[in-house]
C-alpha cells in the first residue's frame, strides 16, 4: 500500500508564505484523486484543496486565490503552496489520496500563523 508524508509545516507571520509537501512511497497515479485537509482542534477535518491525476484543482472558497495545488509525478509528490497565510490558517494539514471509497492519509504537518 502506497504510503504519504507530509513536510513543509512551521511558524510564520501573517501574510507569509509555505510549502506543503507530500511525497508518495509509489506511484501517485495510484490514487484517482489527491489533495489537502486541514483540522483544528473541535472541528472536523476540512478538504481545501484536491486534484484528480487530470484536469482543473478545486479550492475551497477560504483559500481560492492564496493556495495553490500542483503535483510533480516524476517524483510522486504533490505540493501546497500556501500564499498570504491568515491566522485562521493555523491547522494540522494532512494530504490524502482516495480510490473509490479508499482514503490513504499522511501524518499531518502543523502550520501555524501568527498575526
Known amino acids: 500500500q502506497v504510503q504519504l508524508v507530509e513536510s513543509g509545516g512551521g511558524l510564520v507571520q501573517a501574510g507569509e508564505s509555505l510549502r506543503l509537501s507530500c511525497v508518495a512511497s509509489?506511484?501517485?497515479?495510484?490514487?484517482?484523486?489527491m489533495g489537502w485537509y486541514r483540522q483544528v482542534p473541535g472541528k472536523e477535518r476540512e478538504l481545501i484543496a484536491w486534484?484528480?491525476?487530470?484536469?482543473?484543482?478545486y479550492y475551497v472558497d477560504s483559500v481560492k486565490g492564496r493556495f495553490t495545488i500542483s503535483r510533480d509525478n516524476a517524483k510522486n509528490t504533490i505540493y501546497l503552496q500556501m500564499d498570504s497565510l491568515k491566522p485562521e490558517d493555523t491547522a494540522v494539514y494532512y494530504c490524502?489520496?482516495?480510490?473509490?471509497?479508499?482514503?490513504?492519509w499522511g501524518q499531518g504537518t502543523q502550520v501555524t500563523v501568527s498575526s
Open positions: 490524502n489520496g482516495r480510490t473509490g471509497s479508499l482514503d490513504t
Open positions: 509509489g506511484s501517485i497515479f495510484s490514487f484517482e484523486v
Open positions: 486534484k484528480r491525476n487530470w484536469g482543473s484543482p
